[in-house]
T-cell receptor
Framework: EADIYQTPRYLVIGTGKKITLECSQT?????MYWYQQDPGMELHLIHY???????EKGDLSSESTVSRIRTEHFPLTLESARPSHTSQYLC?????????????FGPGTRLTVL | EDQVTQSPEALRLQEGESSSLNCSYT??????LFWYRQDPGKGPEFLFT???AGEEKEKERLKATLTKKESFLHITAPKPEDSATYLC??????????????FGAGTQVVVTP
């Protein structure tokens, strides 16, 4: 089981503020991911990373950006938060196994933009 | 296009009443099928990975099976603590080394005493 941490767990912030959601994992996994999930809805991939200095956009278009300077750290940044960004953000990590990549998830950050 | 469909959307069970959840998939080449459990407001918790048709895995009251077109998650004699949303996800072979997970919408299970 992977140890993956997200902070803050809850964030309420006003429109226009810059925010960074933190994600760290202690398993040394090479791949990391960010998902967005609205209540009762599917998870949608917004960013992923193969490794240090590698980031790609996911299936769902997002105004957020990510960076991967260290293997264990994969922060997500919103330069100017808007009410449409209100959602749950889930971070995950995985290592490549013989049959596939099992992704392990953090507890999530519930973001509310007023 | 790869598709994952879970049914039913919601399931209400009496404690001890066994049932099955379905995950049907249409993909170009299955690399793995994953089952997760998600409690409200939390991240998904990994349960099982299945790789090939005929494979089965068990954990406590849960048993997952896989065919070429679908997977079932059987819940035997469920308890109230089994109440959660169960998510199915597939990973397909790609030409590069990365295979994303495509999630279904989930089945919300409520087990009443």
């Amino acid at each position: 089981e992977a140890d993956i941490y997200q902070t803050p767990r809850y964030l309420v912030i006003g429109t226009g503020k810059k925010i960074t959601l933190e994600c760290s994992q202690t398993m040394g996994h090479d791949k990391m991911y960010w998902y967005q999930q609205d209540p009762g809805m599917e998870l949608h991939l917004i960013h992923y990373s193969y490794g240090v200095n590698s980031t790609e956009k996911g299936d769902l278009s997002s105004e957020s950006t990510v960076s991967r300077i260290r293997t264990e750290h994969f922060p997500l940044t919103l330069e100017s938060a808007r009410p449409s960004h209100t959602s749950q953000y889930l971070c995950a990590s995985s290592e490549t196994g013989p049959g596939g990549d099992t992704q392990y998830f953090g507890p999530g950050t519930r973001l509310t933009v007023l | 296009e790869d598709q994952v469909t879970q049914s039913p959307e919601a399931l209400r069970l009496q404690e001890g009443e066994s049932s099955s959840l379905n995950c049907s998939y249409t993909v170009s080449g299955l690399r793995g099928l994953f089952w997760y459990r998600q409690d409200p407001g939390k991240g998904p918790e990994f349960l099982f990975t299945l790789y090939s048709a005929g494979e089965e895995k068990e954990k406590e009251r849960l048993k997952a099976t896989l065919t070429k077109k679908e997977s079932f998650l059987h819940i035997t004699a469920p308890k109230p603590e089994d109440s959660a949303t169960y998510l199915c996800a597939v990973q397909v072979w790609k030409t590069d080394s990365w295979g994303k997970l495509q999630f279904g919408a989930g089945t919300q299970v409520v087990v009443t005493p």
